[in-house]
């Protein structure tokens, strides 16, 4: 299934339709991950893979494309499928050709099994003492590590900012200081579905946040649900109805806030006497408890910064959509 | 017959990884060739996480009397790649954005087109 869809991308010339099968592709292998006991894999991926991607995916194409006119490439493409497709060929043969010094799906005796795995299997229960594992040697363990993916997403929410968030005329003007564009605002059905959508999807977001520490989730994931609550509510009522509610400068400051809280807590437990993000610090006389309480401070920078740039990164390119018709009237006079 | 169930989750990761190696270097249009990279990425995810699986594990959550648990850290490894990979992914995204304004087309043949001439 996996595979018929990836090569449907290949064969489908249409945009729109190659967008669409990238999303099923993105669910199924969220269910893949699910059967291989990955559930806090599974719930990021169906998360982002099929929620938040294809939409940027469609807001781009929205951008790049303003009629609808499939592939007017009339001449011929220096793109000839031959060269590629051998080179494909000769790198799948040479993988194929590694894999058979590979260890065999789902053996325990595996080196990935044997060396840093059996102490977070085992010892994780007494020193941090919380159910979920993965959230354990995310936010604690590997607490380094985190940071840095924290500080990758929070460079590309600036990197984004700083393409598309600005108009180029010069003027210093800010794309939320003109007009709105909402097609679907007048579809009550669309509208009334979405009132009652749009709070059980921020409840759930604050369970998995919170709860991350005894089921699946945790910040990551948390963040993109909580930002995929208001992309809902954006595209449904527009995006000045948004800034009504959360102003686009408290946007950023917020995305800044997640990665500084994360930071910060690392701070604290050194002025406390640990090392750097070492929670037990935290609280001297129940280490656990500090083990439990820079995890949760942890999880929620994440969550408030991932939510952030998610949101950021969206308003972003739906800011530019409000733009381009002003650009194509310009250019028509 | 145990090589090929064994080795199996392998070859698709191979297969998913060379269709999307195939659509960055083949396709000219730049969308495709973020989806593209998007399958190419996800086929490494599937990589991971189908070594983190043990025969019989259950998912990395304690709970009492199971002994058996799935490697939790390539799962951790994977969950931020992949918000990793769509922050990235959107960066990609606005790049196009901002090259359709500047060459007005997403077409590489296009856009190489217009910049031999400046």
């Known amino acids: ?333 | 017959m145990s090589v090929v169930l064994g080795l199996f989750n392998y070859w698709i990761v191979i297969a998913l990884m060379m269709t999307g190696f195939y659509l960055v270097i083949a396709t000219s249009n730049l969308i495709k060739k973020i989806i593209g990279l998007n399958i190419f990425q996800t086929s490494v995810f599937i990589l991971y996480i189908s070594i983190a699986k043990v025969k019989g594990g259950a998912a990395p959550i304690l709970e009492e009397g199971t002994e058996l648990y799935a490697n939790p850290l390539p799962h951790v490894l994977i969950l931020t790649a992949i918000v990793v990979g769509i922050a990235t992914t959107a960066l990609g995204l606005a790049l196009i954005v901002r090259i359709k304004e500047a060459y007005g087309s997403i077409e590489e043949d296009d856009i190489r087109e217009k910049g031999g001439t400046t």
Request: charge should be negative; proline fraction near 5%; hydrophobic fraction near 50%.
């Open chain 1, 1 to 333: 299934m996996l595979i018929a869809t990836a090569l449907a991308s290949v064969f489908i010339r249409d945009l729109f339709a190659v967008i669409m099968v990238f999303g099923i592709y993105s669910l199924l292998s969220a269910g893949f991950f699910l059967n291989l006991n990955a559930p806090d894999v599974a719930l990021t991926e169906a998360a982002i893979g099929a929620g938040i991607a294809p939409i940027l995916m469609l807001g781009t194409l929205a951008l790049t494309r303003k009629k609808w006119d499939p592939e007017p490439h009339a001449k011929k493409s220096t793109h000839t499928p031959l060269l590629p497709l051998i080179v494909v060929a000769i790198t799948g043969a040479a993988l194929v050709y590694a894999t058979f010094d590979m260890p065999y799906y789902g053996d325990a005796e595996a080196p990935s099994h044997t060396h840093v795995a059996p102490r977070y299997i085992q010892e994780s229960g007494q020193e941090i003492d919380i159910p979920n594992m993965v959230t354990s040697v995310l936010a604690s363990y590997r607490g380094f590590d985190t940071l840095g993916e924290v500080f990758v997403i929070f460079t590309a929410g600036i990197g984004v900012l700083a393409l598309l968030g600005f108009l180029s005329d010069g003027s210093g003007r800010k794309y939320w200081q003109f007009a709105d564009t909402a097609s679907l605002r007048r579809h009550t059905v669309l509208h009334v579905i979405a009132k009652i959508l749009i709070p059980l999807i921020l409840l759930y977001a604050f369970y998995v946040q919170f709860h991350g520490d005894y089921s699946p989730g945790g910040g990551f994931q948390a963040g993109v649900i909580f930002a995929t609550a208001f992309i809902l509510y954006t595209m449904i009522s527009g995006l000045q109805a948004v800034y009504k509610i959360i102003k686009p400068e408290l946007i950023y400051w917020t995305m800044a806030f997640g990665v500084m809280l994360y930071g910060v807590t690392g701070l604290v437990a050194m002025f406390m006497g640990g090392d750097y993000l070492d929670y037990n610090a935290l609280d001297h006389h129940d280490p656990i408890h500090g083990q439990h309480m820079g995890i949760l401070l942890v999880e929620l920078g994440v969550g408030i910064c991932v939510a952030a740039v998610m949101m950021s990164v969206f308003f972003n390119f739906a800011g530019r959509g409000i733009r381009l018709p002003e650009d194509t009237k310009e250019g028509g006079q």
